[in-house]
């Protein structure tokens, strides 16, 4: 028993489980980091799509449109490629000379001094932000919808005050608006929370790329067979997280909705 015990206390605290315990950082910041973008995207396109001005409509209703139309693998993997290759082409428009780009023989980039190594916080950042910009999109439609919601006779209290359009844009409608964008923006949390597992995608080792790395079949030349498959142990651990993390949320956001709702229900109703 005691031999069992010592065995898996060294197995569970090697190197490898200890990095594989350390990336869950990288899940946690990239969903706290692409939640908060996504909300502030989402309010920008909100803004857009309530413009009186028919371009800035048009905008936001271009960007939350054409963004949630596109699936989210693909715009997570174009987006940090098409940004690392174009800071790559501004950088070789300033550092590359005829002869090191005609002494370059690799398609890309122009030149050798040019190339952006990216490392993992650079791919986690870029990641974060892709799932900012896609999730944005159907914040922008939450949020849109939330702002339709708020009692015109609010707004209309704000205007009576002397208030400009500004202020009661800001101060008043997307004010009141959180009780009606809550619900729904729960939703895109938790759609934001399942897309942390694509960041394997952009060479982040994180939780399922080290979960699917331990628990391959090991084998040792001087030991043999360590281990057959246990790939659906580790996963069972990643959804055992993962439904933690949507009780820790929907407890969150129930007591945030009770917080933001106080006054303002009772009064609507």
Known sequence: MTDDIAYWFSYLTNGKHLTWYASFQFTIFAALAGGTLAVVFGLIGATLKNSRFFPLRLIGTIYSSIVRGVPDVLFFLFFPLAFEQAVEWVAATQVCSPEAIAAQTAAWPPCKEANWFL???????????????????????????????????????????????????????????????????????????????????????????????????????????????????????????????????????????????????????
Do not use: C
């Open 119 to 269: 490392g993992t916080p650079e791919y986690l950042i870029l990641a974060s932000v892709s799932l900012g910009l896609v999730y944005g999109a159907f914040a922008t439609n939450v949020i849109h919808g939330a702002l339709r919601s708020v009692p015109n006779g609010q707004l209309e209290a704000a205007r009576a005050y002397g208030m400009s359009a500004a202020q009661v844009l800001w101060r008043v409608h997307i004010r009141q608006m959180w009780v009606y964008a809550l619900p729904g923006l729960s939703n895109v949390w938790m759609l934001i929370v399942k897309a942390t597992s694509l960041l394997s995608l952009l060479q982040i080792a994180d939780i399922v790329l080290w979960a699917d790395r331990l628990g391959a079949p090991n084998f040792l030349p001087t030991v043999g067979l360590v281990h057959e498959d246990w790939r659906w142990r580790y996963y069972l651990v990643l959804f055992v997280f993962y439904i933690l993390v949507t009780l820790i949320s929907e407890k969150a956001f129930n007591a945030i909705m009770r917080r933001a709702g106080r006054g303002i229900l009772s009064e609507a109703q």
